[in-house]
């Protein structure tokens, strides 16, 4: 098991010279472009902090792998990150954060890391008619992050549960408002409607996209849960903890590396965030990852 050590001052030796901790990057992976709701919301949150965005599309939907994939592929994706001189490592994915965020903090104590979880606890408490729909991707429900997060929170709360198939492919594919896309959110919320359900939980990062359509099928009577405020405030909690907060007064640089098709994941950017990035591309080899 591999262990990172940063210097006890928070510094680490880059080119002969010492680079304060807190001007280093935050960390953001996810299978794909899902993480982008979350970077989008950090961004928000702590506009002066530069960002490395990592999305795995070589190996995009991360939701229909075994955990003990997902989990390997996490390792390696934070040893990138790390040695880009990451600061903090958001987990910005749900199906990572249940397959490996208690195994990466053990490797890598040295390193924060802030992990998704879907946000069950809030449904649980603001629900009035006690149901509650959750959409999330297959190892997310079968990780033990999600059953303990129940547990601990919704015991007295019916909960329905919906994969959603196919709906990570549409968004990785942009398609946010076709009639396809549409017809999977409807045979996932319509029998959820017919229960009764007043909120619906999106437990996966890919979801936020598509918060449009789903408020069109759900209507303003439910009200639908968007996590990555909250993680975005967390990564600033931390940072403010550990005063690893950047000092700069600028907006913070965005660097985005993908293991898929770097041209395509630059229009995908355009689309979802509104903003034009050049992405870098980064191989698999045996062993870890690297640029070309």
């Not at 006890?8 to 472009?33: C, L, Q, Y």
């Amino acid at each position: 098991m591999r262990r990172v050590k940063i210097n006890k001052r928070n510094a680490v030796i880059e080119s002969g010279s010492m680079t304060a901790a807190g001007e280093h990057p935050i960390g953001v992976f996810d299978s794909g472009v899902g993480g982008l709701s979350v970077l989008r919301a950090v961004i928000n949150e702590l506009p002066n902090e530069d960002v490395i965005y990592f999305g795995d599309q070589a190996h995009v939907p991360y939701g229909s792998k075994s955990l003990l994939e997902v989990r390997d592929l996490s390792v390696e994706i934070t040893r990138f990150l790390i040695n880009h001189s990451a600061k903090l490592i958001v987990v910005a994915c749900n199906t990572a954060s249940a397959a490996a965020l208690h195994y990466l903090r053990e490797a890598f104590p040295e390193i924060p890391f802030v992990g998704m979880e879907p946000a069950v606890k809030p449904a649980a408490e603001h629900t009035k008619t006690g149901k509650v729909g959750v959409l999330a991707t297959p190892a997310t429900f079968q990780g033990e992050l999600y059953a303990s997060v129940v547990e601990r929170f919704a015991s007295n709360v019916a909960i329905f549960q919906d994969t959603c198939f196919g709906l990570v492919r549409q968004i990785e594919l942009g398609r946010l408002s076709t009639a396809k896309t549409e017809q999977i959110l409807r045979s996932a919320l319509d029998p959820m409607l017919a229960e009764g359900i007043d909120t619906v939980v999106l437990g996966c990062t890919h979801y936020p996209f598509v918060i449009p359509l789903i408020e069109s099928i759900v209507g303003p009577e439910v009200n639908v849960i968007d996590p990555a405020p909250a993680i975005a405030r967390q990564v600033r909690r931390l940072l403010e903890s550990k005063q690893l907060l950047s000092r700069d007064l600028v907006r913070g640089k965005i660097t985005f590396y993908t293991t898929g098709d770097n041209h395509r994941m630059g229009l995908l950017i355009n689309k979802l965030l509104g903003e034009s990035h050049p992405v870098q591309k980064a191989r698999w080899r045996k062993g870890g990852i690297v640029k070309p």
